[in-house]
Structure formats: structure tokens, C-alpha cells
Antibody
Framework: QIQLVQSGPELKKPGESVKISCKAS????????MHWVKQAPGKGLKWMGW????????TYADDFKGRFVFSLEASASTANLQISNLKNEDTATYFC????????????????WGQGASVTVSS | NTVMTQSPTSMFISVGDRVTMNCKAS??????VDWYQQKTGQSPKLLIY???NRYTGVPDRFTGSGSGTDFTLTISNMQAEDLAVYYC????????FGSGTKLEIK
């Protein structure tokens, strides 16, 4: 079955970096884009951007340009999110989600999600 | 950027109620809207795609409607397991989530 398994919780200090992984299984990794979504504690979902898993090209939402990097280890069917120069406001759960195209109507859906990776930034 | 304004922010409901929540887009997004359900401590799950199409395995008490700028998710005959936060998502211009509607027991 299709699964996205993310790395474990992280506790970091301000100014440090963190790398979160998202390992896909059950489908051909390079056939589907991978999106990243942030959820701060008690808050809603915020789209961060996506990476083309075939070409490796990342696209970032405006609020996530600069300190955020999407990358791939395609041979391991893994997408990564790296955040540098961590700030307190980066404390959140980060989800990876596969974007699929439906066979009915050609609509896009996030039909598989990782379990979320918690990042806590605290001095 | 397309803003998705969801209302209400929260609703207090009883089992068996009919529940209606709304999402308004700041510009025309056609029918490029999905609805997701997120229960506490879980990842979001797809309910409705293309504004009105029920995803595989989603109970028929969930109905989506709308096009252009106004969208609605209706839950007929609310069940206890439907307690969650519901988000709309537009993907006509990049992607934007609404702020969510939280369903709580009255």
C-alpha cells in the first residue's frame, strides 16, 4: 500500500538547522510531485511548496523562500526538507503529501500524507 | 495570492445534525477546490475533490458544492467520528488552504 513515512521529532536551538525526511513506498516515486505543509501548534495548514520528483526542481511559496530547501534522494524514494537558521516560529509539525491527478475530471488531490514530523525550536 | 476564507471558525453540533461550512475564494478558482478532514493528532485526509466529487471510501453524508468563488461542505446526519477540523484547499493559483472549521460537541 502507498505510504509516506517521515522522520522523528527534533528539538533544536535557534540558529541551528534541521533536515526532515519523507520516505515513500508502494508506488513509483518519480511519478508524483511531493508537497510540504506546515502546521504550527494549534494552527491551520500552510502550503510550503513542492518538488518535482522527476526533475528535482523545487518551487517555494512566498513565505518559505530563503531558509527552506526541498531535496531528493530519488534512489531511496525519499524527499527531504531542510530548514536553516531556525527561529522560534519554525516550531511546527511538517507534513509531506503526494499530489495525484484524478482519473475523473483531471483534478489534483493530496491523496497520501506522511504522519508529520515535529520540530521544536527552543533555547 | 488567492485567499480562502472559511466560515465559521468553529461550530458546536450534536450527533444527527446537518452541518454546513463555507469557503470563499478571493478570486475565481473554478472547481479546483478540495476538502480535507483532520482529526486531532492525525494527518489530513481527502474528502472531496473538484469541489463536488466524493473521494473513494468517503461516506455519502459528506457533500461538496460550489464553483467560482463560493464553496460549501455539508455533513448530513453528523456522526461522532466526524468531529474534526475541516479545511478547503484551492489549487487554481499555486495552493492555498482555508483557515479551517472546527466541529465540537454541543
Amino acid at each position: 500500500q502507498i505510504q509516506l513515512v517521515q522522520s522523528g521529532p527534533e528539538l533544536k536551538k535557534p540558529g541551528e538547522s534541521v533536515k526532515i525526511s519523507c520516505k515513500a513506498s508502494g508506488y513509483t516515486f518519480t511519478d508524483y510531485a511531493m508537497h510540504w505543509v506546515k502546521q504550527a501548534p494549534g494552527k491551520g495548514l500552510k502550503w510550503m511548496g513542492w518538488i518535482n520528483t522527476y526533475t528535482g526542481k523545487p518551487t517555494y511559496a512566498d513565505d518559505f523562500k530563503g531558509r527552506f530547501v526541498f531535496s531528493l534522494e530519488a534512489s531511496a524514494s525519499t524527499a527531504n526538507l531542510q530548514i536553516s537558521n531556525l527561529k522560534n516560529e519554525d516550531t511546527a509539525t511538517y507534513f509531506c503529501a503526494r499530489l495525484s491527478l484524478t482519473t475523473v475530471g483531471d483534478y489534483y488531490v493530496m491523496d497520501a500524507w506522511g504522519q508529520g514530523a515535529s520540530v521544536t525550536v527552543s533555547s | 495570492n488567492t485567499v480562502m476564507t472559511q466560515s465559521p471558525t468553529s461550530m458546536f453540533i450534536s450527533v444527527g445534525d446537518r452541518v454546513t461550512m463555507n469557503c470563499k475564494a478571493s478570486q475565481n478558482v473554478g472547481t479546483n477546490v478540495d476538502w480535507y478532514q483532520q482529526k486531532t493528532g492525525q494527518s489530513p485526509k481527502l474528502l472531496i475533490y473538484g469541489a463536488s466529487n466524493r473521494y473513494t471510501g468517503v461516506p455519502d453524508r459528506f457533500t461538496g458544492s460550489g464553483s467560482g468563488t463560493d464553496f460549501t461542505l455539508t455533513i448530513s446526519n453528523m456522526q461522532a467520528e466526524d468531529l474534526a477540523v475541516y479545511y478547503c484547499l484551492q489549487y487554481n493559483y499555486n495552493l492555498t488552504f482555508g483557515s479551517g472549521t472546527k466541529l465540537e460537541i454541543k
